[in-house]
């Protein structure tokens, strides 16, 4: 994958790609349509880009945190192929293996996850890379997760019972789909095991050192700022024009931007918004929501960069220097989540304490809980069977988000992915439409 080269201004105009929405699904469309030769303009409706994955400085905490904390495994090829295009390959740093650290804050034990490297994952045969009290025939009678139909939760295809249910299967599918397993498309998670799990190589974590929008975020921004794209934020898409088969227009903030013969769209919003602009979607609007409590530290603490926790309200602590973040993903199922803000951090600060074996003297300077209460659509096997195709009944308009029909979960990958299989299905600009959209602008 090569980097988007610089647009000059002595080549002749060519056919414009509109991409609405700027998370990362539109960046990801977006970069892929300039590779592939389209002019491109991006509309997002915020003061900036990155949408539910994005990095700003908190007046509370005094420094700059991300909205939540996000995981993403070296297996994630849209991801690589994305930093690629953005000229950013090192934004991203790996762990040196795919060692998972874990707590059980009810019993105090500690165990680590250790997923071999090599095509075939022999790791759940030896008790030191397994959970604690987890036996080899546990992960062997999960073999039916593979070929789950697609109206089974994670629960039903597994059957995962006793310390296998609570040390396993729960922590991973609270992180990779945002639900208990009870709950959870078993094919989506199948889907994340074929292309991750199977192999340390490819489900080593990913770290952002300075975090998601200096290393997901900016580098793209960059990108397209240099290849000549246009971008526009503040800018709220209202409403499509439909004539003939195609869209011919845009309603932005008391604008209309004509779309010429040869113009093509990429809708990349989140499925309510999908739902306003494009009713034909159906896009599934039920959502999960993801709780961070971020803590500021007088200085620098100790700990792995990533601990998962069971027996307790936080299942991942991230430690990033003198900033410590748990994460509690599907927070609506989770019991006590919904207590007053104090309430809540000091008891979350108090598992951070026993997860970490901090002091009991070290207290946050400041603290802050960030709940996006639309994290991800709520991925059951029903609405799964909903996600909404890429192409639609008009010719240049394609869909993006990581609730489209990707096959994987809404995740970083799954979102990046739907922006390039967008910018596929739209292939290059053609010679004419350039002409024709280069004497419309
Ligand atoms: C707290 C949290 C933790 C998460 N953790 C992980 C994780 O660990 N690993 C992982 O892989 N994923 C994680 N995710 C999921 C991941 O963040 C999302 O899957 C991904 O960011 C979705 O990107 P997107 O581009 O599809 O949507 P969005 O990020 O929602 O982007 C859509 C953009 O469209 C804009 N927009 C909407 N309507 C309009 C309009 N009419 N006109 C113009 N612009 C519009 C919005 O402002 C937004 O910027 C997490 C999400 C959250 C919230």
Redesign the pocket.
Known sequence: MRAVRAWSAAQPMKATAHV????????SAALALLEAGWHVIL????RQ?????RSYHDPKLGCQID??????LSG?RSVAAYLARAGASDALVAAPAAHFPFVDLASAERWTVRINDGPIPWWPLCPARRPAGVGARAFLSALPLLWAGPDQTIAEAVQPGGLAASRFWEPMSL?VM?LPPSLASAQLMAATAREAWRDGRLCRPMFAPRGLGPALIAPALDALQRAGAELRFA????GLVAEGGRVTALH?AGETVPLAPGDTLVL???PA?LN??WPAAQAPEEASS?L?AHFRLPQAVAGPPLLGVTGARTQWIFVKSEVVSL?I?AAGFVEGTDAEEEALLTLLWAETVAALGLAEDVRPVAARL?H?RR??FLQTPANVRRRARPLTGLANLVL????IDTGLP??????VR??ETAARLLGKPSAEAGAASGSAR
Do not use: F
């Open positions: 609405v929405g700027a998370g990362l699904a539109g960046l509309w997002e409706s915020a880009a990155g949408g539910r994955c909205n939540g904390n996000h995981l993403v994630n992180a945002n800018a709220q898409v209202k932005v990349a919003v989140p918004r306003a602009l993801i961070n994460t993903s960030v996006e994290a991800t993006a988000g990581d609730h809404a995740t970083i990958e799954g979102a739907s922006g």
